[in-house]
């Protein structure tokens, strides 16, 4: 694992400043605290920070073909690079190192940006292909990576996070009006947006090639587009526990030691099972915890730990460490409302202190329908069904002025929700359950000159279009593709990627192995999501090596007090971070928001989401916030 960084003036040819080019390599040292290395031809430059995972010797970066001709700064693992090498070095190809990343310069001599197609594993990259003059750029089919590229008049720039194009430079920080309103609506800002107008988050999935003369982006992969089927239930169950041995095997490539998360949830404690049945040693496991009861799952975690006999870690949050969000928002470079990432910091941290590598749980609930709502989904869906739109909006009149903005959590507002969702199609429903503001939110929260500017723009467009674009084998599956391009990606991958690189961890993520998404994607409905309860064959699949009451145990999340602490210990902290005389100021209604934070500490839940989003908004100001000018070259 590591941090990659790049700039090339192909629209002015201007020599690369190497300065410039190691202040934001050197940006990226959290990421890759074991070396630096650095590739510069005329107007091109690649910057690499290592993480010495694999070959630890020879795996130094940037790395090039025998020749010298194509040269690669990597960032990731790819886990099928054995087989890879192998194949390469009879079709006569020379290696110089044991590095996975060799393998992939190799492979696109071979088969040009096709090779992205060869790769299982994570990866961010940037190819140069001197011969050519193209530059090109790939990120792995699920997002667990991050790459990011701004456009500026000498060129491009490009980077592991967002400070490697803020700090060159070279790019505009003009915000993005309409970033602002996603991450209201949408509680993130979706790729490839970023907060500002001229730098771009490179999908999933995609690669960019640039030229002297054009730029074009592509994608090289999607999720299945036809329901799986297999003869019998028992095939499904057989196919799965192979894909899942094979791929946590996959991911337990490493020249050093290989712990693993352990949240007492489901999918962790099924990657510790079998991680522990592929090693000699004990796993080291890590876990974190609450004061706060209905948030703290350690007693599970513990018990998973005793069941497979690991060298287990664990430790209980306080509120104090919430503050820790001031430093992760230099981490995250742009507002970032999930405050999971606290716990998720912690444990990054704890885990550190022990190995390099860590597997995790996350992408089970996504892929395996594991979340609460899609049962909610699927009964408003036969609802649906079995009634004409016209006989739906008659019989829930009542509920059709009901408002997004009034989702507080609680029962009764789950049952509006829900009522409110049958008066609308299955897009429409789906919208209004996985988004939080509204117009008259719109006009509360922000400033009139800021609403003018974006006029009658819509952030559910964004998930508009991607919802349209899944395909429709299940009453779900539009849903779970739209929340695997987009939740799972910019939020949940966001948060682990850069809250365990701040700590220079590495996290692999087994469940999102791309063959066992793919397999996950296409199961028919009724074996993910069966008798209200998500991850159905997940579950069957496991019950030999899991207790099936720890299996069955209720959701409790990876969730934080944050909330409680905000009208509590914190309470001054956050308001001084969300009134604070900063450049976000300018985009806010300021009685508009002391109404909302007034009526929030009174205990009114409905506005928690906005909260946390102001208090990120707010306090990441100071990173975001634009320069007055360009630097001066």
Known sequence: MCGIAGI???????????????????????????????????????GHRRLS???????????????????????????????????????????????????????????G?????????????????????????????????PLFYGLGADGIVFGSELKCVRESGLVSRDVDPTA???????????????????????????SLVVSRNAIQKQSYWDLPRQELRLPSEKDYEEQLYALLQ??????????????????????????????????SEPVMTCSIGFEESEFNELSRAQAVAKLFATDHHDQVITPEPAKILTKLADFYDEPFPDHSSIPTYAVSKLARERVKVVLSGDGGDETFAGYGHYARQLTLERVRRALPT??????????????????????????????????????????TARTFSDGPMRAKIFSEDFQQELGDYDPRDVFRVIYDRGPDFSPLSKAFYLDLKTWLVDDILTKVD??????????????LDHKVVEFAFSLPLGLKLRNGEGKYLLRRVMEQHIPKGHLNLP???????????????????????????????????????????????????????????????????????????????
């Not at 007492?264 to 990657?271: A, K, P, Y």
């Not at 059709?400 to 609308?424: D, F, K």
Request: contains cysteine.
């Open 390 to 431: 016209s006989v739906r909006q008659l019989l829930f009149a009542p509920f059709m002025g009901w408002s997004p903005a009034q989702q507080n959590g609680s029962v009764s507002s789950r049952i509006n929700s829900n009522l409110y969702q049958l008066t609308l199609d299955s897009r429409e429903g789906y919208l």
């Open 180 to 206: 602002i309103a996603d991450l209201f609506t949408l509680n993130f800002i979706p790729s490839p947006k970023t907060i500002y107008r001229n730098a771009f988050s490179l999908e999933p999935g995609h």
């Open 113 to 145: 940006e096709k090779c992205f197609e060869h790769l299982r594993g994570m990866f961010a990259l940037a190819l140069w292909d001197q011969k050519r003059q193209r530059l090109v750029l790939a990120r792995d089919r699920i997002g667990i990576k």
């Open 555 to 633: 959701k409790k999340g990876f969730r934080v007090p944050l909330h409680r602490w905000l009208r509590g210990e914190l309470l001054e902290w956050a308001e001084a971070s969300i009134f604070a005389d900063s450049p976000a100021a300018a985009f806010l209604e300021r009685r508009g928001i002391t109404e909302i934070w007034n009526s929030f500490q009174r205990g009114d839940t409905q506005w928690e989401f906005i909260v946390s989003i102001l208090l990120s908004f707010s306090m990441s100001a100071s990173v975001w916030s634009p320069a007055d000018a360009v630097p001066s070259r």
């Open 8 to 46: 090339w003036n192909f629209k002015t040819r201007r020599p690369i400043e190497r300065e410039r080019l190691e202040a934001i390599t050197h940006a990226l040292s959290h990421r890759g605290p074991d070396g630096s290395g650095y590739y510069c031809d005329q107007d091109l430059g690649f």
């Open 498 to 511: 850069r809250a365990s690189m701040a700590n220079s961890l590495e996290v692999r993520v087994p469940l």
């Open 246 to 279: 094979e791929s946590v095997r996959c991911h337990l490539l490493s020249d050093v030691q290989v712990g693993a998360f352990l949240s007492g949830g489901v999918d962790s404690s099924i990657v510790v099972a079998l991680m522990c049945g592929m090693v």
């Open 53 to 111: 995972i694999i070959d630890l010797e020879g795996g130094r970066q940037p790395m090039c073909n025998e020749d010298e001709t194509v040269w690669i700064t990597f960032n990731g693992e790819i886990y099928n690079f054995p087989d890879l090498r192998k194949q390469l070095l009879a079709r006569g190809h020379r290696f110089h190192t044991h590095c996975d990343t060799e393998a992939i310069v190799h492979l696109y001599e071979d088969f």
